[in-house]
């Protein structure tokens, strides 16, 4: 079994800072695409930014010039660093990772709040 467990939430003012981090473990032989998402409140879940294996990223264009998107492979961790945070940013952050392990299956985490105050 693999779990993602997400860190790195909490309440931030508008124009602030965070950097969410998500670390993988168990069962776990290879990590593909690795990706944050958040779902704010009434919406739908939607792709904030993912980074393949190899690095590669891509960003929604909301996020562009804001957030960056990295992974250490070596601990099976990727991270979200959030700059010049706004209020519409406020969301439930969720990562994901495409996991080669006994199987490849595709796991989530538990979800980790970003209120934002303006």
């Known amino acids: 079994q693999v779990q993602l467990v997400e860190s790195g939430g909490g309440l931030v003012q508008a124009g602030g800072s965070l950097r969410l981090s998500c670390a993988a473990s168990g069962r776990i032989s290879s990590i593909n695409t690795m990706g944050w998402y958040r779902q704010a409140p009434g919406k739908q879940r939607e792709l904030v930014a993912p980074v393949t294996s190899g690095g590669s990223t891509n960003y929604v264009d909301s996020v562009k010039g804001r957030f960056t998107i990295f992974r250490d492979n070596t601990k099976n961790t990727e991270y979200l660093q959030i700059n010049s945070l706004r209020p519409e940013d406020t969301a439930k952050y969720y990562c994901?990772?495409?996991?080669?392990?006994?199987?490849?299956?595709?796991?989530w985490g538990q979800g980790t709040q970003v209120p934002v105050s303006s």
């Open positions: 994901k990772a495409d996991v080669l392990g006994f199987l490849r299956l595709t796991y």
